[in-house]
């Protein structure tokens, strides 16, 4: 079935560490790619957004992420993470055939220590 | 950034009840769509809207929902009646255009509750 999977609901790490938050996808062809964040009481923002070309893409606030075809993954990556970074974060996938609907994972909630 | 507004933020209303759920896309956005995302499961399309129209819609999207943009005015969802499994957050977005290039914008949604 298509989906778009994050395994880790739940994710902390300390303040200065660096960070991975996984995303798989399954879907037919190759799919364009995006992260959302959402922050306490504010709508999804996009980070980042892959179409098909540089698998690793950079995004806002030292954000990246890398899309592997071969393991139908777009991993997020942050070298070292701030406390203002503690928000819930969501993977999403649209279609070459309806680029107007996105396919949303459950999202990963990352919490900060200090 | 450019923003989306939606009101009100919660709603709690009885089983059967009429509700509308609102929506302030950003200014110079033509595209709007609404997604729902039950408690614990992921968010899911419901329905994208143009010029008017409804230009797609999922199988989420019952006959008792309907959408509409009055004028310029709010993005509206309208659930008539309401049943519990409406209970969900609705989330609302926007773009400037339509296709590949493309961003969508969210709301930070509203949380319905059918009793």
């Known amino acids: 079935a298509q989906s778009v999977t994050q395994p880790d609901a739940r994710v902390t790490v300390s303040e200065g560490a660096s960070l991975q938050l996984r995303c798989k996808y399954s879907?037919?062809?190759?799919?364009?790619l995006f992260w959302y964040v959402q922050y306490p009481r504010q709508g999804l923002q996009l980070l980042l957004k892959?179409?098909?070309?540089?698998?690793v893409v950079q995004g806002v606030n030292g954000f990246e992420a890398e899309f592997s075809k071969s393991n139908s993954s777009f991993h997020l990556r942050k070298a070292s993470v701030h406390w203002s970074d503690w928000a819930v974060y969501f993977c999403?996938?649209?279609?070459?055939?309806?680029?107007?609907?996105?396919?949303f994972g459950s999202g990963t909630k990352l919490t900060v220590e200090p | 950034g450019p923003k989306v507004l939606q009101i009100p933020s919660h709603q709690i209303i009885d089983m059967g009840q009429m509700v509308t759920l609102n929506c302030d896309p950003v200014?110079?956005?033509?595209?709007f769509y609404w997604y729902k995302q039950i408690l614990g499961q992921q968010m899911e399309f419901l329905v994208n809207?143009?010029?008017?129209?409804?230009?797609?819609k999922s199988k989420l999207f019952k006959d008792q929902f309907s959408v509409e943009r009055p004028d310029g005015s709010y993005f509206t969802l309208k659930i008539q009646p309401t049943a519990l499994e409406d209970s969900a957050v609705y989330f609302c977005?926007?773009?400037?255009?339509?296709?590949?290039?493309?961003?969508?914008?969210f709301g930070p949604g509203t949380r319905l509750l059918v009793l």
């Open positions: 977005a926007s773009s400037m255009d339509w296709g590949d290039q493309d961003t969508q914008y």
């Open positions: 879907y037919f062809g190759t799919p364009y």
């Open positions: 892959y179409y098909p070309g540089d698998p």
């Open positions: 999403a996938v649209s279609l070459m055939s309806n680029y107007n609907v996105l396919y």
């Open positions: 200014s110079n956005h033509l595209y």
């Open positions: 809207f143009y010029n008017g129209k409804v230009m797609e």
